[in-house]
Each structure stands twice: as structure tokens, then as C-alpha cells.
């Protein structure tokens, strides 16, 4: 997970993936970078899904609905 907290602290933007291998940001550009990772062989196939978060609240409450929601995903 990689989040964001307003400057009023009021609102989180949070990022994550069920699986996720890097995480970064780019603050001058307010953007979020979540990578997925999971392996495959030859010929197959995956579906990998990501989240993005937007909520009034705390880093704390962002952190809960990410854990939350993550198992259920691809």
C-alpha cells in the first residue's frame, strides 16, 4: 500500500494490489505507483487487479479498508 494524506489531513488517497512487489510516489506529481507481482509459465495467464482508495479519514482508516478488501482481490 502506498497512501497520500491531504494537507488539511482530512482525505487519503491509498494504493495497493493483493500482491504488491514496489511501491512508490511521486509528490510533484501527486501520483501513485503500486506493482503487482505473481509469476506464471509459459502460456499462461492472470488477472492482477488494483485499488485506489479515496476517503475522508486518518492514514489509520485507510490502512483498515486496505486490509480489509486486499484478500478478496485478484
Request: glycine residues 4%.
Amino acid at each position: 500500500m502506498v497512501a497520500t494524506l491531504s494537507t488539511d489531513h482530512k482525505w487519503v488517497v491509498a494504493s495497493f494490489t493483493r500482491t504488491t512487489g514496489n511501491v512508490w510516489s511521486n509528490p510533484e506529481l501527486t501520483c501513485q505507483h503500486v506493482d503487482a507481482e505473481t509469476s506464471l509459465d509459459p502460456g499462461q495467464q492472470a488477472v492482477i487487479e488494483v485499488k485506489i482508495l479515496v476517503l475522508q479519514g486518518t492514514l489509520d482508516d485507510a490502512l483498515h479498508k486496505v486490509i480489509a478488501q486486499r484478500d478478496a482481490m485478484k
